[in-house]
T-cell receptor, first 115, second 115 residues
């Protein structure tokens, strides 16, 4: 069975600083996908970034980048130049190849950006 | 529509009542997902449709939970004889294509409180 672990329940970060959110996963699947989603207080899950297990390069999407270390089974999210609007819950998720519809989410990390 | 729409936004039910939660996916999206999110946790997969076919219902916690998507667009999640442990946010998501990096678009959820 797959498992996603996010060890940081909450973090404070100052505006304009970078922050790294940790995510480790456990799977025996050779092929899988990793996602990060943001959930503001409004409740909607917003897609941030995707990394495929066979992708050679780390994914980047604007201020978001993914530090993918396959051997360590970690997929940490880096948010550069934090903004007040980045305050939200952040979830790491994995999609196994053989269960395409079934994203498995971690418990999340609450990020609060301070002025 | 512009995004995934869920109704009602909030639902309060007395224990033992039946409830029906509606999801309007993004127009043209063939895949639809239901997730359950307990307070302070990440979403948990419930079920998945491709068009009108329910391809995976392995996450439904009991036979009191039933989901349908009869015409391949709008979906309804029904919970019979609600229990207090059913209290959670129910998230619906849709996606347009079945590829590994396809992101899910989520609605804002229905917050169900069972008293």
């Amino acid at each position: 069975a797959q498992k996603i672990t996010q060890t940081q329940p909450g973090m404070f970060v100052q505006e304009k600083e970078a922050v790294t959110l940790d995510c480790t996963y456990d799977t025996s699947d050779p092929s899988y996908g990793l996602f990060w989603y943001k959930q503001p207080s409004s409740g909607e899950m917003i897609f941030l970034i995707y990394q495929g297990s066979y992708d050679q390069q780390n994914a980047t999407e604007g201020r978001y980048s993914l530090n993918f270390q396959k051997a360590r089974k970690s997929a940490n999210l880096v948010i550069s130049a934090s903004q007040l609007g980045d305050s939200a819950m952040y979830f790491c998720a994995m999609r196994p190849t053989d269960s395409w519809g079934k994203l498995q989410f971690g418990a999340g990390t609450q990020v609060v950006v301070t002025p | 529509g512009a995004g995934v729409s869920q109704s009602p936004r909030y639902k309060v039910a007395k224990r033992g009542q039946d409830v029906a939660l509606r999801c309007d996916p993004i127009s043209g999206h063939v895949s639809l997902f239901w997730y359950q999110q307990a307070l302070g946790q990440g979403p948990e997969f419930l079920t998945y449709f491709q068009n009108e076919a329910q391809l995976d219902k392995s996450g439904l916690p009991s036979d009191r939970f039933f989901a349908e998507r009869p015409e391949g667009s709008v979906s309804t999640l029904k919970i019979q004889r609600t229990q207090q442990e059913d209290s959670a946010v129910y998230l619906c998501a849709s996606s347009s294509d079945r590829v590994p990096n396809e992101k899910l678009f989520f609605g804002s959820g229905t917050q169900l409180s069972v008293l």
